[in-house]
């Protein structure tokens, strides 16, 4: 179906919305749910529910990244000290 191309979205552009998933794919949101909740069940992925507020407006949505993956660190940073 539409899992891998929901699992390459998520790695290219990083931690997302379920919503902001469907429409630069162009995949309809149930479709989404379903792919995620199919990562989710593989370990692929991790998955929230959250709760945005857009212009005063509560949009309920669950957000999905990589598992285990995080970003490089920034140029610029100190090292870490041991």
């Known amino acids: 179906m539409h899992t891998s191309s929901v699992f390459l ?14 429409a630069a794919t162009g995949i309809a949101l149930p479709d989404v749910h379903d792919s995620i909740s199919k990562l989710v069940e593989q370990g692929e992925i991790s998955r929230c529910s959250v709760t945005r507020f857009n212009q005063g407006v509560a949009v309920e949505g669950i957000q999905c990244r990589i598992r285990g993956f995080s970003p490089p660190a920034a140029p610029g940073r100190k090292p870490a000290t041991k």
């Open 9 to 22: 979205h998520l790695k290219k552009h990083g931690q997302l919305l379920d919503s902001e998933i469907a």
